[in-house]
Every structure is written in structure tokens, then in C-alpha cells.
T-cell receptor
């Protein structure tokens, strides 16, 4: 059982380049999330999708866009990468619908460096 | 802004000792969760305690919740070297614009020496 799969695991970008982080879950979960983790900052929510067809901003959405392609997949796009977006990105999913958020299942992370 | 604040930021103990980590939060919650993160890996859910619960156990883990003090503690008994990891508390707010979203604290780094 793969759980939550993120690709790529590592990426180096130059300032201004764009890229998309892919996330897929095979647990038939309704809700999916993108977090970033920075030293001393814990995890901060970028965007989330409570169910297929809906997306909402989290705490730090600026500079990012998301697409909930179907129930399994939730992608995060950086249109014009900046050094401040150097971070470790985590995708997560949960079975619960919005308003009843329960346990999150996390992927292994995508380590992004923007030069 | 962070909802949960863990204390201490780092904890170093010997194998066999108990480890206690604390978490404080600011607003009313629906539930509070604890996660573990091994170095270079994703977070793994440990335990969830709901706002109407005061204590919960899972194996060597004991979690308490005091909603009047807006605080929680995670106790790991008889620690092992394999418990070395970062531990995060996370809260689900009970209402308002943040309803239903999980907010993480900055974590406690636990090191268990063999």
C-alpha cells in the first residue's frame, strides 16, 4: 500500500523558473493538503482541498497555485520560483470531510532549493 | 501564526527514561493530535485526543489534555533509541475562519541515548 506519493523528491531550480510538485494518494481520501516545513517554523499550510473539485488557501498561499485533478491527485505549482520558496514540501491526505478534520497521512516530502 | 507551541524545543534523555513534551495553544479546539517525524522523513500520526477527552493511551504513549489551560502533554514511557525524532502537536480549531484545518507547532526534538 503506497499511501501518499510525492514527486519529485529533490529539485533544484533557478529564480524565476516554474515547476509542479505532484501528489497522489491511494487511500480514497476526500481531503488533501500541501504544507511547507522550514527550520524553526514547523509546518505551515499552503493550500488544501476538502473534497474533489474544491481548493482553499491556507496560511501561506502567495506564490503558489494548486489543482485537485481528481480524487487521487493534488498538485502544487510554483509559477516563478523565488529563493524564499526553498523548503521541504509535504503533501498529506485525510479521510475526513471539511469541518471534521482527523488524522493526516503524509508523504515523504519534496526538497526544493531555489538558487 | 502557529497555534500550538511545544516545550521544550529539545530534550535529551537516556534509554529507559520517560520523556515528557508539552504543547500549549491559543483558541478553542475540536481535537489535538501528536505526530512524529524521523529525520528526513514525513510525519507519522501518533495519537488524537478530542476536546471532550482528558487522557488517552496508546502503547507507551500517554496524552493528556487540559482545555481550561489550553495545554496538552505527551509522555513516552521507557524510551528507546528508536524514539529519537521530532514530535509535533497539531490542533484543529473549533470554529471561525480556521475551522477544520490542522495547525502545527514548531516541534520538540527528542534524542534518546543508548
Amino acid at each position: 500500500n503506497a499511501g501518499v506519493t510525492q514527486t519529485p523528491k529533490f529539485q533544484v531550480l533557478k529564480t524565476g523558473q516554474s515547476m509542479t510538485l505532484q501528489c497522489a494518494q491511494d487511500m480514497n481520501h476526500n481531503s488533501m493538503y500541501w504544507y511547507r516545513q522550514d527550520p524553526g517554523m514547523g509546518l505551515r499550510l499552503i493550500y488544501y482541498s476538502a473534497s474533489e473539485g474544491t481548493t482553499d488557501k491556507g496560511e501561506v498561499p502567495n506564490g503558489y497555485n494548486v489543482s485537485r485533478l481528481n480524487k487521487r491527485e493534488f498538485s502544487l505549482r510554483l509559477e516563478s520560483a523565488a529563493p524564499s520558496q526553498t523548503s521541504v514540501y509535504f503533501c498529506a491526505s485525510s479521510p475526513a470531510l471539511q469541518g471534521a478534520t482527523g488524522e493526516l497521512f503524509f508523504g515523504e516530502g519534496s526538497r526544493l532549493t531555489v538558487l | 501564526s502557529q497555534q500550538g507551541e511545544e516545550d521544550p524545543q529539545a530534550l535529551s534523555i537516556q534509554e529507559g527514561e520517560n520523556a515528557t513534551m508539552n504543547c500549549s495553544y491559543k483558541t478553542s479546539i475540536n481535537n489535538l493530535q501528536w505526530y512524529r517525524q524521523n529525520s528526513g522523513r514525513g510525519l507519522v500520526h501518533l495519537i488524537l485526543i478530542r476536546s471532550n477527552e482528558r487522557e488517552k493511551h496508546s502503547g507507551r504513549l500517554r496524552v493528556t489534555l487540559d482545555t481550561s489551560k489550553k495545554s496538552s502533554s505527551l509522555l513516552i514511557t521507557a524510551s528507546r533509541a528508536a524514539d529519537t525524532a521530532s514530535y509535533f502537536c497539531a490542533t484543529v480549531n473549533a470554529g471561525g475562519t480556521s475551522y477544520g484545518k490542522l495547525t502545527f507547532g514548531q516541534g520538540t526534538i527528542l534524542t534518546v541515548h543508548p
